[in-house]
């Protein structure tokens, strides 16, 4: 039985653990973001992925721990930018605290406040390897199809989640849209914002297609 597979009742344990700590994130972070209206905006979609994410564990059919701590790691980064809202994540004061007051942005040439790049570019490199996991088990994948699909799947999600952006600020205005599209005046940075959730995922996918191998070579023996 399952519910009696050491395994099983290991991931389970992690899982729940990392929901756990997921959650005690989130409430914190919860509590007085600098923009309430920006922290609901943000975590709609949070709250629409952890609630598929336990509906489909209820039906059996989990993701690996590797790709629960990457979701983990992702909602952690997730977390601090709706809390201080993106373009507001004050890593140039940590930094500074860390360093003896010099700046990193000063460091690496940066001329604006670069978390909401950083996390876009996150969600190629931490997110590809789970929408591969998914596609790939549920669908019967062979070849190049592995990769491409993964691929463009990752690729066609930048683009959409730029355009919640922009449909989001457009029909809110004001200081919220503004606080929500965190284009900090930049007019390429919805651009950019693609151009690095696609540099994430191709550094990503040379790493998913290791592990793939890696797991079909005992098969293939």
Do not use: C
């Not at 653990?17 to 005690?24: G, M, R």
């Not at 336990?54 to 993701?63: F, K, S």
């Not at 201080?84 to 004061?93: D, F, N």
Request: hydrophobic letters at 55%; glycine letters at 8%; a negative charge.
């Amino acid at each position: 039985m399952a519910d009696h597979d050491p395994a099983h009742a290991t991931g389970t344990r992690y899982r729940l653990i990392l929901l756990a700590l997921f959650a005690a994130a989130f409430v914190a972070l919860a509590i007085a973001p600098v923009s309430r209206e920006d922290w609901l905006l943000e975590n709609a979609l949070v709250v629409a992925a952890l609630a598929w994410l336990i509906w489909d564990v209820r039906r059996g059919r989990p993701l690996s721990n590797a790709a629960y701590t990457l979701l983990f790691a992702f909602g952690l980064f997730h977390e601090l930018g709706a809390h201080y809202t993106y373009s507001e994540v004050p890593y140039e004061a940590w930094f500074g605290a860390l360093s003896g007051g010099r700046s990193l942005d000063a460091l690496l040439g940066f001329e604006r406040n670069q978390y909401d790049r950083l996390v876009h570019f996150l969600y190629g490199l931490l997110i590809t390897p789970v929408a591969a996991e998914v596609l790939v088990e549920r669908v019967p994948l062979r070849g190049a199809w592995r990769i491409v699909l993964p691929a463009t799947f990752m690729f066609s999600h930048a683009l959409i989640y730029e355009l919640i952006e922009w449909g989001a600020a457009s029909a809110f205005g004001g200081e919220l849209g503004e606080a929500y599209l965190g284009t900090q005046g930049d007019v390429w940075d919805a651009q950019k914002d693609m151009a690095l959730a696609v540099l994430g995922t191709l550094i990503a996918l040379p790493v998913w297609l290791w592990r793939i191998h890696s797991r079909d070579r005992p098969r293939l023996s």
